[in-house]
């Protein structure tokens, strides 16, 4: 486990950075992207989380590192560029949360499988279906490569409701 002190801040929604579109990874990443990834799956396993976007912790690339530590065996997932290519017409709600919205949780609905293509570190393109938390997964860190926040796929009072509660639980913080 990283050292506290080292790991990078996750950005906390009302943060521009998290509406920014993210751009596609190019070669001349390659040394950005090798260096940014290990410190992005310390900064998800510390908050803990299970994803986490490249947006979220300050970068503009379209990179994504998730695990959802099946069996609590680590099955580290990293996706660079990536995009779904196909989504069921079958849908399916779950509760979600987000490191940029700490504590905060709503039932979401979004398509019950998706499959997902994309590089891995090495360059080499692959493909990933999934679904359940998976597929809830998937979706959620690839909203974030376009500046999409969870929260978007509510309706505005419960959208509102929940930022204001954020935005309270921040100064309750920030004054503590």
């Known amino acids: 486990m990283a050292d506290p002190s080292t790991l990078m801040p996750i950005l906390i929604a009302p943060n521009a950075k998290l509406r920014a ?15 940014l990834v290990p ?6 396993y510390a908050a803990p989380g299970i994803g986490l976007a490249a947006p979220q912790v300050g970068s503009d ?3 994504v590192v998730i695990d959802l530590v099946p ?35 709503a039932d979401v609905t979004r398509p ?8 891995d570190l090495d360059g080499v393109q692959k493909e990933v279906e999934g679904d359940g ?4 997964c998937l979706q959620h860190e ?24 954020l935005a309270k639980d921040m100064k309750l913080k920030a004054e503590g």
Do not use: W
């Open 71 to 105: 069996d609590n065996t680590p099955q580290p997932m990293t996706l660079i560029n990536p995009h779904i290519v196909a989504a069921s017409d079958e849908l399916a709600t779950r509760e979600e949360g987000c490191l940029s919205i700490p504590n905060q949780y």
């Open 39 to 44: 410190r992005m799956f310390d900064a998800m």
């Open 133 to 136: 938390l998976l597929a809830a």
């Open 61 to 63: 690339l379209r990179v």
């Open 112 to 119: 019950g499988r998706v499959r997902v293509r994309y590089h």
């Open 21 to 35: 579109r993210a751009r596609r990874v190019t070669a001349a990443d390659d040394a950005t992207v090798r260096a």
């Open 142 to 165: 690839l909203d974030h490569l376009d500046g999409v926040l969870f929260v978007d796929h509510l309706s505005a009072l419960k959208r509102n409701m929940l930022m204001r509660r």
